[in-house]
């Protein structure tokens, strides 16, 4: 998502430049440029380091440090309290850690920020169950979610332009959902829901997307077009996907963290990860 020129006005007062930047997140990324107004000169999109938090003396998160770059596809697997929700509601800013240091690009303190404005600076963040408005259409849903003024007074004068049109468009063929365009969301199939969702969130152009289990509840034809989805976004986007489908995984990862017990305790390719003795021990099984 690109940071609007009020977005800077508001977040301006507060960021910081990042004093570490270089020391142990060089060439980590893939090597695109991400979007205007964010800072990606060394290839990564998001830092993490020393990262803690904790609920009443239990260690949700356990100085963890994690790294990804721009336009890359990770995935995040662990065992159920393994600390995955909270890691992204510390990146979106509905937690905040007891330490360590969390940066969106080289100098954007998503410590330092709220939950909106940490949305306005370019992430988005889809939940395990899909959030629609199911008494409006899909188009309708995809025109709440675009990036204007949402004040009363805007929303009512709001006339859909050209281009804005062409966008919406452009997201329904994407989500494959231009047929069911004028249909109620709440008519969709769970799968649909999902890709909808999803859209939503293209709506805002973010900058990195952070996914919880998209694929749970899917039929095999959805689940292989999200796959499909996915790698066409990676590049465009870095998305951070947290799934527990490992033949999903499979078909995705360009790279994958396993987190137990609030830390990192592996990463690699899938293959690799899946031949890790630990990773076996306290997640895989034989």
Known sequence: MRVTATAEFMLEPILEPNKDQGTSRDAIGLG???????????GTILTLED????????????????????????????????????????????TRPSHGK???????DLTSLSEVQIAQAGIGRKFQKPTVFEALSVFENLELAQKTDKSVWASLRARLSGEQRDRIDEVLDTI?????????????????????EIGMLLMQDPQLLLLDEPVAGMTDAETEFTAELFKRLAGKHSLMVVEHDMGFVGSIADHVTVLHQGSVLAEGSLAQVQENERVIEVYLGR
């Open 176 to 196: 494959r959902l231009t047929a069911s365009a004028h249909r109620p969301a709440g008519l969709l199939s769970h799968g649909q829901k999902q890709f909808l």
């Open 102 to 108: 969390a940066w969106f690009g080289e100098t954007l």
């Open 32 to 42: 695109q440029a991400a979007g205007k107004g964010l800072n990606t000169r060394h």
């Open 51 to 94: 990262i803690s938090v904790s609920f009443d003396g239990f260690k949700a998160l356990n100085d963890l440090n994690l790294y990804i770059g721009v336009g890359e596809l990770r995935c995040i697997i662990g065992p159920n309290g393994a600390g995955k929700t909270t890691l992204m509601d510390v990146i979106t800013g509905k």
